[in-house]
């Protein structure tokens, strides 16, 4: 039998169009955001466990368990930062900001984990960057408004370098299933915590919102996150985070199809930047790699 062999930036793929459901699950479910984030780990969390337990044939390791237990606290630090600055500031601006985790997973993997990313990436980081501001609405972008809610974007954008640095790192001793099991313990750890500062509401939600939050719980958390942490274990971080800012061009579109918004000419062509940004670092890798 011949086994096809599928490229990790194809689950990639599939990741990324998994979790750009999670703004419209958001949307739909018409909750606090930070309740949207622990729920979406704990349903996932309780779906993964029986087959965690079922597979797991690994001996425990309370270091690598540790770790990716770290990396689910980076991770829902991102999610909650980033869903209390749309709170507290200007939906498109804290998207923006929040999508500057290609830029620290280049400046952070530099001092700290001795990765130094080639001209490309660089390159290819400043046009998809760009495209990102074009999609968002250039003028916006001009105007952008420094507040609280600004400084926890970016916060949440240095967590989500953060997660994908230190996922890279984990994921090399740590099966998929396990590392995201760890990580969702270590997620709903932090978010029942914001949860309790911001005084999210936990319970009294509608069925509409609970249908909403099981999706983005299997559909954008469980298989998004899944193959993308499979991915991580094959990607370096640095390319991984901007291959994710295709989840906003994603979005968007999903948005128009789902929600019926509109898209306009800006938005097509920050869109076409924006993958022509990644797909430049990835040819480049493959023409440097054969």
Sequence with gaps: MVKIKISPWIYLSIGVLCIAFSAIFVKLAHINGISAAFYRLLIAGIVLFPYYIATSTRRFNFLHATGAFLCGMFFASDVSMWYVAIMRTDATVSTLLGNLAPLWTGILGFFFFKIKPSKYYWIGTFIALTGVIILLDFNKFILLKVNAGFFLAIAASVFYALYLLT??????????????????????????????????????????????LVGMALVSHLTGWLVINYALGHIPSTEASLALLSQSVCTAFLASFILNETIVLHQIIGGLIVLSGIALVYIKRNKTVV
């Design 167 to 212: 996922s890279r790192v984990i994921r090399q001793s740590f099966d998929t299933v396990s590392f995201m099991m760890f990580t969702l313990i270590g997620g709903l750890f932090t978010t029942y915590i914001f949860a309790q500062i911001t005084d999210a509401p936990l319970w009294g939600f509608s069925i509409h919102s609970w249908l909403s």
